[in-house]
């Protein structure tokens, strides 16, 4: 009979069979997929994987912070952990087409990925996430953009390598019960989905530090107060964008000239097509008056109300 239990046992067979005593790499983004493969591979083979985090400096606050502890403190997995945040806002410096955004934080992490895979020796396997809708939907938009970042599809002719693949028969919730059953804590199971270029697609334009570090805050804020509220359970995607032009405020009886925090909250079944959760203004009002208190360069909050379509989930 089915169940979780003897599906991860006879997984966990299955890899050390395939794999013997020889190592596996892994790209450890921190989301749903990759921990939950990377749990099972721990678990069937130990530190004969080799965990890479790479950290674009477009995550979310103290998201990569968090997959340390979690797989390597916790867990005690063999993490390799890549501070690439220079890098990537180096390369993205100035750059404000969202394609051309997305093509350099794509092509950076397969190169940054790459450099670390060249650094180790004996490696013939490299785990991935890859899920059954990864399979059956090929074709469709979504499971493409999910492609183009998380599979290292991407890496050179001479660096081949042999793929394990331990979940590709589970939708996205066995996933997630697969996820518990391995021990992994619940908001690293639970998360809401989070494009693979980051907080990058929400620093609208050209990214600066200044307002990257606005998105990151604000996000932070957001979700907070969406958990306080018990809507982080409910609601599918919630974010902020700070887009690139300011408008004119007053604070301290003084003109002042800053940016704008975007707040979306929506709903949807397959991310093809979405609806708006219609946030309660009590909680709407805590985040404004919390962001407007604590996110610096900041005097404006607002809360989009478009579906999709016309407009995508993500503003870039
Ligand atoms: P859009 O903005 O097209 O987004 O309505 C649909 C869903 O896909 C997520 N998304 C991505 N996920 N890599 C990902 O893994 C990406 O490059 C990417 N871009 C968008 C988005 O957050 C939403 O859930």
Not at 112 to 134: C, M, N, S
Request: proline letters at 4%.
């Amino acid at each position: 009979n089915w169940n979780m239990k003897n599906f991860i046992e006879d997984q966990v067979e299955l890899v050390r069979r395939q794999v013997g005593d020889r190592k596996v790499l892994l790209a450890l983004s921190g989301g749903v997929d990759s921990s939950v493969v990377a749990a099972l591979l721990l678990k069937a083979i130990g530190r004969q994987l080799v965990c890479v985090h790479v950290n674009h400096g477009l995550m979310r606050k103290n998201e990569s912070e968090s997959v340390v502890e979690v797989f390597r403190n916790q867990l005690n997995a063999n993490l390799i952990y890549v501070d690439a945040t220079e890098r990537f806002l180096g390369k993205l410096e100035n750059v404000a087409d969202p394609e051309e955004k997305r093509k350099i934080i794509g092509g950076e992490f397969i190169r940054v990925f790459e450099e670390e895979a060249r650094k180790l020796e004996g490696v013939d396997f490299l785990g991935q996430g890859t899920i059954y809708p990864d399979i059956i939907e090929s074709g469709t938009k979504t499971a493409k953009m999910v492609k183009s970042h998380h599979n290292v599809g991407g890496l050179p002719e001479d660096l081949k390598f042999e793929l394990v693949e331990p979940l590709k028969q589970l939708f996205k919730d066995e996933v997630r019960a697969c996820g518990v059953e391995l021990g992994l804590p619940a908001n690293m199971v639970y998360r809401q989905p989070f494009p693979g270029p980051g907080l990058g697609v929400r620093c609208l334009g050209a990214i600066t530090r200044e307002r990257l570090e606005a998105v990151r805050e604000s996000d932070a804020i957001l979700r907070e107060e969406f958990e306080k509220a018990g809507l982080d359970k409910k609601v599918w995607q919630y974010f902020t964008v700070v887009p690139d032009f300011k408008s004119v405020g007053v604070k301290n009886n003084a003109r002042c000239f800053e940016y704008m925090v975007i707040l979306r909250a929506i709903n949807t079944i397959d991310a093809m097509s979405a609806t708006i959760e219609l946030v309660d203004y009590q909680v709407l009002q805590k985040i404004t008056d919390r962001i407007l208190k604590e996110v610096e360069h900041v005097n404006r909050v607002c809360f989009d109300l478009s579906p999709k379509p016309p407009a995508t989930i993500e503003f870039e």
